[in-house]
């Protein structure tokens, strides 16, 4: 059973820096590609960046040259760098794989 957990959000200014973790269990790892995600209040669950088992990424155009997908398949770990933010990045971030999901972690961006 795949599970997903993730950690590091909070409150930080507009302007300020954060990195997520997602810290798995379960399953290889190694072999999928995986996913953030955010939902914002009100809005639909949108896709933030994917990273493939290779270590190809591909972000969503708002978050380009902002954010950094990252993974550590030897300890299991997918991260999130988010540099640079703005108010808007205000979400709830979920960690993905295939059809397994985190239950999220609160990033708020507010002076």
């Known amino acids: 059973q795949v599970q997903l957990v993730e950690s590091g959000g909070g409150l930080v200014q507009p302007g300020g820096s954060l990195t997520l973790s997602c810290a798995a269990s379960?399953?290889?790892?190694?072999?999928?590609?995986l996913n953030w995600y955010r939902q914002a209040p009100g809005k639909e669950r949108e896709l933030v960046a994917t990273?493939?088992?290779?270590?190809?990424?591909n972000y969503a155009d708002s978050v380009k040259g902002r954010f950094t997908i990252s993974r550590n398949n030897a300890n299991k770990v997918l991260y999130l760098q988010m540099n640079s933010l703005k108010p808007e990045d205000t979400a709830v971030y979920y960690c993905?794989?295939?059809?397994?999901w985190g239950k999220g972690t609160l990033v708020t961006v507010s002076l």
């Open positions: 993905n794989s295939r059809s397994h």
């Open positions: 990273i493939t088992s290779v270590g190809s990424t």
């Open positions: 379960g399953s290889p790892f190694y072999i999928y590609s």
